[in-house]
């Protein structure tokens, strides 16, 4: 199992309030969803008018497609506003969880 955890910084100069930013990344995170099966909320710079920050994760069997999957939506996202930084993480889990190492009991 695989998860891809991605933080995308967005310069939106043409907002001048908060309404006007959230619009944007309302707008940005609505498309995301829509196209892409991924988790995408506003993680970050709250209460600048003109940069917002969002997180996205998705999940998947295979490395390798969660890595191209996790690029894609980057590109996308970048498509719809100005991106001024991206991060992305991939981890990595190859052991199956006991059901012990849940806390369940049984």
Do not use: C, Y
């Not at 506003?81 to 992305?88: G, I, K, Q």
Request: hydrophobic share 45%; proline share 2%; no cysteine.
């Amino acid at each position: 199992m695989t998860v891809g955890i991605a933080r995308i910084t967005l310069f939106i100069p043409e907002s001048h309030s908060l309404k006007e930013k959230r619009m944007v990344l309302r707008r940005v995170k609505d498309r995301v969803r829509n196209k892409f099966n991924v988790a995408i909320a506003e993680v970050d710079e709250n209460d600048v008018w003109q940069r917002g920050v969002l997180g996205l994760t998705l999940l998947g069997n295979d490395r390798r497609f969660v890595e191209s999957a996790l690029d894609e939506v980057v590109r996308f996202v970048r498509g719809l506003a100005e991106a001024t930084n991206v991060e992305r993480e991939l981890l990595t889990f190859s052991q199956p969880l006991a059901e012990n190492d849940l806390g369940w009991k049984g």
